[in-house]
């Protein structure tokens, strides 16, 4: 049998890395396709296929990677020969890692400081897609979306635990004061 198996790591794994994973798997034998199927995988699973006869090949490639940044085969080329004695358990693996990053929005003021609402405080709103696949995906912000930006944070947010291919944007506006 063939065993496929996926794993997911990195620091963004349990945050980013749900998936769903599509894989392909295409397996000859004398020359002669026998399967050619296209499948899903649950993080940190496996599925096997078969039983093939010995000398069987078969391809496997991942065509979905659920926004990863790093997707990963071992063997690196996907391939494993039934039988081979030099990888005898015929296991193909599917890699693909979550890494995070962050990023600092910082208030800048110029003009007449001295004038009322100058101080803030303000608020930023981040809003980011992850590019999953071809299309894009609007993530959760860990700690929320929104933030004060005041004299007391030095005009600065952070927003960290964020996927590093993500697209993010950040919107402003003014806390109304009430006098």
């Known amino acids: 049998v063939l065993t496929v198996e996926k794993i997911v790591d990195g ?3 349990a945050l980013y890395g749900d998936g769903p994973f599509t894989l392909t798997a295409v397996c000859t034998y004398r020359g002669q396709e026998i399967v050619n199927t296209l499948f899903e995988l649950e993080p940190n699973s496996r599925r096997t296929l078969g039983p093939y006869p010995m000398t069987t090949s078969c391809v496997v490639d991942e065509t979905h ?3 990863a ?16 004695r030099v990888n005898p358990e015929w296991t193909v693996t ?4 979550f890494d995070l990053t962050s990023i600092e929005v910082t208030k800048t003021r110029t003009g007449d400081l001295d004038a009322d609402g100058a101080d ?3 608020t930023v709103e981040l809003v980011c ?9 609007a993530i959760a912000i860990p700690g929320g979306a929104v933030r004060v930006l005041s004299a007391d944070g030095g005009y600065v947010a952070e927003y960290a635990a964020l996927p590093v291919n993500a697209r993010c944007a950040p ?8 006098v």
Request: net charge negative; no cysteine.
């Open 65 to 67: 990677t659920a926004g």
């Open 120 to 122: 803030g405080a303000f």
């Open 69 to 84: 940044t790093d997707a990963a085969l071992l063997p690196a080329d996907g391939t494993v020969t039934i039988g081979d």
């Open 129 to 137: 897609v992850l590019p999953v696949d071809g299309t894009d995906r």
């Open 11 to 13: 620091d963004g794994a």
């Open 171 to 178: 919107m402003t506006s003014l806390f109304m004061r009430l």
């Open 94 to 97: 599917a890699t693909n890692t």
